[in-house]
């Protein structure tokens, strides 16, 4: 008993003081929401859009590339192929978008979209129950949601927990691509909810 | 692309594709079975499609640990063979995978059902067929009797976990048997990745098993090494073993934290999932990913460090060793902790080494299994890590092994960073050699990370197989939920940790 007291002064206290205080440290090496333009581009070359990939660089021609961060790997391919610096990682990591359209990067992109919903943040004010069902997920976005309720990150401090069945859940997190098998698996636990894409 | 017929290789090392038929079948079975006696294991059994006619070659890849060396053979198979599982029960689950994926028959297999529910391939090389079968419908192992009652999980869990479905034939609490069925997460890399040479498929292999993005990279990278016979620089070698240690660091200590919670010392719990975190900025510090993303590229790494960037990972570490060290102890310090993990399902070493358990749990049970000292590859060439193995095989000796891995990893790593190698060449371009053959073997915190390739006449990539450790180790889970109680599933569960997606590919 004394040494688990003893080893838990040792332990500290690790909880984040974010988001009242500042953010932990990024690494150096974290590339986080794209930014396109600031500089000029060359509008034939095609290099950006040759080295993605996932196809996540479109090119039209005449006009600065768009960069979907929906199918972007962050592999820092394309700033590294472009030769006037046009595309780059800032080390911005909100990524969030509250509509499919609005994870797509462009040179008109103004900063952050808002994801934060006036009405939703009332209703689910300091409880926010989530069923989470990995459809095909490699295990690392599993692992990233494990560690929210890690007590570093301890998600349950804004009332948001995982729970173990959809009918105790106000919404759903899928991870992965959303494999065949998974299909039937992943429709059932879902028609408790409407599905919206706005 | 017909595979070599008989032939012993170096882990990674290529060899020509044979124009001949192989050996015969009746050798290719004795070939197996006396080696499989003498102490080697199997690593890969598949099927490929032959070039001249429409048969197909049934190729082994045996790793004889006393050689130091891969044995590949090959030999012709027609719609049907007389199965190798009723004298070599660790092939029971490549056999099934063969059976599902070409429709080749293993006459007399025990348990010939599917293990991935995926679309079978077609072996002329056209679109697969369009009957699709439905995953998780299959005629499960019942025990009948009264009282006997079945308990079914998943696919969907409780917790933020990957999806499987689990069967149990319980009487009261005992569990007689479990079954596993998965394929949920099959989303077809091995396919694609022996389809060409895109640049996207470095990236379908960081997501194999997204815990052991570093371990299936670095197997990846030297297939491609070794085809095109390029040799990364020993600095880069270097910075592969110190992502491959931290990725096994930050596994093993996030293990221990989830068996601690498991038994519910919630101490111990809390730091170790807070330290494996830790372990994995030290990745994020490298390439800016967590999993090390980016990381392995062929032929080298995308990353190198200076000398700032060294030292901040040497303070680092320090502490995260100083705190993972002290939380640990704590769990093995506590006789409640204890008395749940000891005697908990137990896998013995003879069974271990018939079903060929890989990695972890096989070291857990005696088995010196560890490709890094076995057959080493990278920097493992100069620098040894000890083999760590326990030998009661139940769930203390899982999490006594990694205790001990934890140590070791820390211990090679500091090493590491005092002498790094100091040139700093930049990957070589790769051209792939026509007509060849390569397995390459590594190992991942799980265990024994299996690779093969071929490439064909323009040197293209024309056949990929991936052989994750949960390939071996499912099935011991099973075993070692006999005449268990089911209560003491998910800590059985956690001491395996096996990987549902590296085995679903």
């Known amino acids: ?198 | 692309m017909n595979p070599p017929i008989l032939c012993s290789l170096r882990n990674g090392e290529t060899a020509v594709c044979s124009q001949e038929s192989g050996v015969s079948f009746e050798q290719f079975r004795t070939l197996l079975g006396k080696g499989i006696e003498a102490g080697h294991r199997l690593s890969a059994l598949f099927v490929v499609p032959d070039d001249s006619f429409d048969g197909a070659r049934l190729v082994a890849v045996l790793a004889r640990p006393m050689s130091g060396d891969l044995q590949m053979i090959g030999c012709a198979v027609g719609s049907s063979y007389p199965a190798l599982t009723p004298g070599i029960p660790a092939a029971h689950w490549f056999e099934r995978e063969i059976f599902e994926q070409w429709g080749i028959r293993p006459e007399g297999h025990p348990w010939l059902k599917p293990i991935r529910f995926q679309p079978p391939r077609s072996r002329s090389g056209g679109r697969p067929s369009l009957l699709l079968p439905t995953v998780g419908v299959t005629e499960f192992f019942r025990v009948e009797g009264e009282d006997v009652h079945e308990v079914a999980v998943g696919p969907v869990h409780a917790g933020v976990i990957e999806p499987g479905h689990f069967r149990f034939q319980c009487h009261g609490e005992t569990v007689y048997h479990l079954e596993i069925s998965l394929g949920y997460q099959h989303r077809g890399i091995e396919r694609a990745v022996g389809e060409g040479n895109s640049p996207r498929m470095r990236h379908y292999i960081e997501t194999l098993a997204g815990d052991s993005t570093i371990g299936h990279a670095t197997a990846y990278c030297r297939v491609l090494e070794g085809l095109a016979g390029v040799r990364p620089s020993p600095r880069a070698e270097a910075v592969r073993m110190i992502a491959a240690e931290l990725e096994r660091l930050a596994n093993h200590i996030g293990d221990l934290g989830a068996m601690a919670g498991d038994v519910g010392f919630l101490p111990a719990a809390s730091y170790c999932g807070r330290i494996r975190g830790d372990v994995l900025n030290l990745t994020a510090e490298l390439c800016g990913n967590r999993f090390g993303r980016g990381l392995i590229v062929p032929g080298g790494t995308g990353f190198d460090l200076d000398q700032t960037l060294e030292s901040e990972l040497k303070r680092r570490l320090d502490d995260i060793e100083a705190d993972a060290l002290s939380a640990i102890e704590q769990l093995f310090e506590t006789p409640s902790v204890l008395a749940r993990f000891d005697g908990v399902g137990e896998v013995s070493e003879s069974l271990a080494r018939q079903i060929g358990l890989v990695g972890v749990a096989g070291r857990a049970s005696g088995l010196p299994c560890d490709v890094r000292s076995e057959f080493p590859y990278g920097f493992y060439q100069f620098v040894h890590v000890p083999v760590c193995t326990w030998g009661t095989g139940d769930c203390l000796a899982r999490a006594l092994v990694r205790r001990m891995e934890i140590q070791q990893s820390f211990a090679a790593i500091r090493a590491l960073l005092q002498s790094l190698p100091a040139d700093r060449s930049p990957p070589a371009v790769m051209t792939l050699a026509p007509r060849r053959w390569v397995a390459s073997l590594t190992e991942g915190w799980r265990g024994e990370i299996c690779h093969v390739a071929a490439t064909d006449d323009e040197g293209q990539l024309a056949f990929y197989k991936v052989v994750d450790p949960s390939f071996h180790n499912w099935f011991g889970l099973a075993c070692a939920m006999r005449d268990q109680l089911i209560s003491d599933f998910p800590l059985c569960n956690k001491s395996f940790n096996l990987s549902y997606c590296g085995h679903d590919l």
Not at chain 1, 139 to 147: K, S
């Open chain 1, 1 to 198: 008993m004394f040494d688990i007291l003893k080893a838990r002064l040792k332990q500290k206290y690790r909880t984040l003081s974010y988001p009242k205080g500042p953010p932990p440290p990024l690494p150096a090496r974290f590339a986080g929401r794209p930014v396109i333009g600031g500089r000029p581009c060359d509008t034939r070359c095609r290099r950006c859009a040759d080295a993605c990939p996932v196809g996540a660089l479109q090119r039209e021609e005449g006009q600065f590339p768009t960069l979907d961060t929906g199918k972007c790997l962050f592999c820092r391919e394309c700033p590294g192929v472009c030769p006037t610096g046009a595309i780059s990682f800032t080390r911005e990591f909100r990524l969030a978008a509250s509509s499919r359209e609005r994870l797509t990067v462009t040179a008109d992109s103004q900063g952050i979209p808002p994801v934060r919903h006036e009405i939703a943040a009332t209703i689910f004010r300091r409880s926010l129950k989530l069923r989470q069902v990995s459809a095909g997920g490699c295990n690392a976005c599993e692992a990233d949601t494990n560690v929210l309720t890690t007590l570093a990150w301890d998600i349950g401090r804004f009332g948001i927990q995982f729970v173990a069945s959809p009918r105790h859940a106000d919404g759903l997190l899928i991870t992965g691509p959303v494999t065949r098998n998974m299909q039937l698996a992943l429709k059932k636990p879902t028609t408790r909810y409407r599905l919206r894409n706005s």
